[in-house]
C-alpha cells in the first residue's frame, strides 16, 4: 500500500449489538501519523483501535456505547472514503468469529494480537497471502448464452442447475433470473479463473494437452510428495497423488481416480464433457496454482493440506498447512 504521511485515517468498529434499547455501537476514529515505514502501519493502527476500544468498556453497562464482552468486532478502515481493510473480508473468515474479548487481560492481548496479524496480511508488502491468493480481481462474465447454461447444468448449486432449466422450459431469462446467472458464473470466475472457464467451455472430450503441466510435476518433485489434499468445499475433499511408477498425477476422490495428466502435459478421464465440470475445474486449476487450492483446502476444512491435521493456528488457518509442514515441504509461513 502506498503511504501517504499526512493521511488520515477513518476507522469504524461495529460491536454487533442485538440488546433492545441500544443501538449499534459505531465508532469513527480519525487519527494522523508519521509512519517511517510500511511495517509500522499495522502496529500503530491496532493500538488506535485498541485504545479507543478500552475507553468504551469503561462506559455503563446499558450506555449504547459500551463495548460488550464475548460479542465479536466488524472493524473496517477508509482512506477518503475508500474501504482499505475489512475484518470480514473472505481471507479472514476462519478468524473474524475470535475477534472479540472479555474482562481478562489475557483475552485482550489475544484480540490484540489477532488484529494485529490481520492488518500485518493485509497491509505487509512481503506478505506471502497477498502475493499469490485472495486478490481481488473484477471479472468480466462476457459469456454467451449457451456457455452460461453449460457452467449452470455442472455447478454444485442446485439453484444454479435449475436456472439453467428454467431457460429450456421458458427460452428466456426475467432481470432477477440474470443478476442470479451473473452471480453464479461470477463466484465461479473468482475461484476458477476466465481463462480456465473458456478453456474447460471449449473442451468437448479428452485426451486434451495442458501447456502449463510442468509446474504442477516441479511443486511435487521439488517436495518429494506422494499426495495431498484439496477440497471443492468443506464437504467435497480430493487427493491429488503422483504415481511414481507411471509418472503421472491424478485426482481421486475415495481412492477412485478421476482425472490424470502425464509428464507430456496428456490429460485423460471422462470421454465427454457436455457440460462444466467442478471437480476437473479444480484439477485444472490446482495445475495451474498448486498453492492457490492448499490455501482454499485450509479456509474450507481447518485442515493442513500435507498432513490432513486440524489447523487452530491463526497463520495456519489462513495458508493452508501447519508450521511443521510448512518447514518440511519448503512453504513460506508467518
Known amino acids: 500500500m502506498e503511504i501517504n504521511k499526512e493521511q488520515k485515517y477513518r476507522i469504524e468498529c461495529d460491536n454487533l449489538r442485538k440488546e433492545k434499547g441500544s443501538t449499534n455501537f459505531n465508532d469513527t476514529i480519525f487519527d494522523s501519523f508519521l509512519p517511517e515505514s510500511e511495517n509500522e502501519i499495522q ?6 483501535i485498541f485504545k479507543n476500544l478500552m475507553k468504551r468498556e469503561k462506559f455503563k453497562k446499558y450506555n449504547s ?98 436456472l439453467a432449466k428454467l431457460y429450456f422450459e421458458k427460452k428466456e431469462w426475467t432481470k432477477e433470473n440474470l443478476i442470479e446467472v451473473d452471480e453464479f458464473i461470477s463466484k465461479a470466475s473468482k475461484k476458477y479463473g476466465m481463462d480456465l472457464l473458456m478453456k474447460l467451455l471449449k ?19 521439488s517436495r518429494n510428495l506422494d499426495s495431498i489434499k484439496i477440497a471443492l468445499n468443506k464437504n467435497q475433499e480430493f487427493t491429488i497423488h503422483k504415481d511414481k511408477i507411471s509418472n503421472s498425477i491424478s485426482i481421486k476422490k475415495n481412492d477412485k481416480k478421476l482425472y490424470q495428466i502425464d509428464n507430456k502435459g496428456k490429460l485423460t478421464g471422462e470421454i465427454k464433457i457436455e457440460r462444466f465440470n467442478p471437480t476437473l475445474a479444480l484439477f485444472l486449476s490446482f495445475i495451474n496454482d498448486p498453492i492457490n487450492q492448499i490455501v482454499h483446502f485450509g479456509a474450507e476444512t481447518k485442515k493442513c493440506s500435507f498432513c490432513n491435521l486440524k489447523l487452530e493456528d491463526p497463520k495456519s488457518l489462513i495458508v493452508g498447512y501447519g508450521l511443521k509442514c510448512a518447514e518440511t515441504n519448503n512453504m513460506p509461513w508467518g
Open 43 to 48: 502496529e500503530i493502527l491496532a493500538v488506535i
Open 65 to 162: 456505547n459500551t463495548v460488550l464482552y464475548n460479542r465479536r468486532f466488524i472493524i473496517k478502515i477508509f482512506i477518503r472514503d475508500k474501504l482499505i481493510f475489512s475484518t470480514e473480508n473472505e481471507k479472514f473468515k476462519n478468524l473474524y468469529e475470535k475477534l472479540k474479548f472479555n474482562s481478562k487481560d489475557k483475552s485482550k492481548r489475544k484480540f490484540l494480537k489477532l488484529l494485529y496479524y490481520m492488518l500485518d496480511v493485509e497491509f505487509s508488502p512481503s506478505s506471502f497471502i497477498n502475493d499469490i491468493t485472495y486478490v481481488e480481481k473484477k471479472e468480466e462474465t462476457n459469456f454467451t448464452i449457451t456457455q452460461k447454461i453449460r457452467l449452470l447444468e455442472g455447478m454444485e448449486s442446485g439453484k444454479a442447475r435449475k
Open 203 to 221: 473442451m468437448n472430450k479428452l485426451p486434451e494437452t495442458i501447456s502449463n503441466s510442468k509446474r504442477v510435476y516441479t511443486f511435487f518433485d
